[in-house]
């Protein structure tokens, strides 16, 4: 036993100490009916220890999970984000009338490097169509004008290659818009004899 007093061990049986003659101090007993100084050594160290590692394991587990959930949120939110937040491959812009010319379909599609104008038009006279477009980007606005030469009753394709330029090119496309601007119908000389 280890003196409160002087910290020098001396013997159980003692009632006080041999060394400062401290009186020994009542020591409860644990359930085994052994004093805390009748232990072997190291045996409250293990106690202590199992205690210890009970303790932590819940609180590791607690720990593990809110991990896992703090994880699984984050890669939810990236990819809800990447997913709602995604700017649309292809623009339907309808169909519309100028003068004599129709436009049927008009859309505007995102490809690998840029975007292309794909429809067709149709018109009673020959002559040429003019389609105003106006493209929004997330930075700014840029307008285009396409020509397109009409033959009297046949349908014409629209395929025309887009390129967004300057500022608006880094862009994502967020609004596209159209007038057909006008039609011009083409005047042919009559043969006079």
């Not at 984050?74 to 997913?83: D, E, N, Q």
């Not at 812009?93 to 859309?107: D, P, Q, R």
């Not at 690998?112 to 700014?140: V, W």
């Not at 496309?173 to 039609?183: A, D, G, H, Q, T």
Request: proline residues 5%.
């Amino acid at each position: 036993m280890k003196c409160p007093q002087c910290r020098k061990d001396y013997e159980d049986s003692f009632e006080f100490c041999p060394h400062c003659g401290e009186k020994k101090p009542d020591v409860p007993k644990d359930s085994t009916g052994q004093s805390e100084s009748q232990k072997p050594q190291g045996e409250e160290d293990v106690i202590l220890g199992q205690e210890k590692k009970a303790r932590k394991k819940p609180f590791l587990i607690v720990s593990v999970i809110v991990l896992l959930l703090l994880i699984g949120g984050a890669i939810s939110g990236v990819l809800i984000t990447v997913i709602w937040e995604k700017p649309p491959s292809a623009f339907g812009l309808g169909n519309k009338s100028a003068g004599e010319a129709t436009i049927k379909n008009l859309m505007l599609i995102k490809e690998d490097e840029g975007y292309k104008l794909n429809g067709s038009a149709i018109a009673g006279k020959d002559g040429m169509l003019n389609i105003h477009l106006k493209i929004t980007t997330d930075k700014t606005s840029e307008t285009r004008t396409i020509n397109r030469e009409l033959v009297a009753n046949e349908v014409s394709d629209i395929n025309e290659a887009i390129e967004i330029k300057g500022r608006a090119k880094k862009g994502v496309v967020s609004k596209v818009e159209y007038e057909v601007y006008e039609f011009e119908i083409k005047d042919y000389p009559t043969d006079t004899v």
